[in-house]
C-alpha cells in the first residue's frame, strides 16, 4: 500500500519560514518523480514545484520561484520543501505527489497523493 505522509506544516508570520517533509512508502521512491501542491479555500489545487527521480529537474511555479527548494534523498524515501519568505497568499494546504514525470506532475495527473498538511501565513 502505498502511502505520502505530509509534515512540518503550521502557523507562522509574514517572512518566517518552513520546511516540510513527505515520507513516501510502499513504491520504488526512486522511480518516481515527486511534486508539491497546494490549495487555498476557494481555489484550484495548483503546482508549487517538482524534482525528477534524479533531481536534476526542478521546475517551480512562477509564485514561489527563489523563495522556495524542492529536494529529495531516494535513500530515505523522503522529498522536502524549504519555504522561505512566507507571504500570506502562500497560506493553503501542501500536498505531496508521486508521479511518473514532473510534466506529467504539472499537470496534475500524479499516481498518488498525501492527505496535505496545513500552511497558514499571518500577515
Known amino acids: 500500500q502505498v502511502q505520502l505522509v505530509e509534515s512540518g506544516g503550521g502557523l507562522v508570520q509574514a517572512g518566517g519560514s518552513l520546511r516540510l517533509s513527505c515520507a513516501a512508502s510502499?513504491?520504488?521512491?526512486?522511480?518516481?518523480?515527486m511534486g508539491w501542491f497546494r490549495q487555498a479555500p476557494g481555489k484550484e489545487r495548483e503546482f508549487v514545484a517538482g524534482?525528477?527521480?534524479?533531481?536534476?529537474?526542478?521546475p517551480y511555479a512562477d509564485s514561489v520561484k527563489g523563495r522556495f527548494t524542492i529536494s529529495r534523498d531516494n535513500a530515505k524515501n523522503t522529498v522536502w520543501l524549504q519555504m522561505n519568505s512566507l507571504k500570506p497568499e502562500d497560506t493553503a494546504i501542501y500536498y505531496c505527489a508521486a508521479g511518473p514525470t514532473v510534466a506529467v506532475l504539472i499537470r496534475k495527473r500524479a499516481d498518488y497523493w498525501g492527505p496535505g498538511t496545513q500552511v497558514t501565513v499571518s500577515s
Open positions: 510502499g513504491l520504488r521512491f526512486g522511480s518516481y518523480a
Open positions: 524534482i525528477s527521480w534524479s533531481g536534476n529537474g526542478t
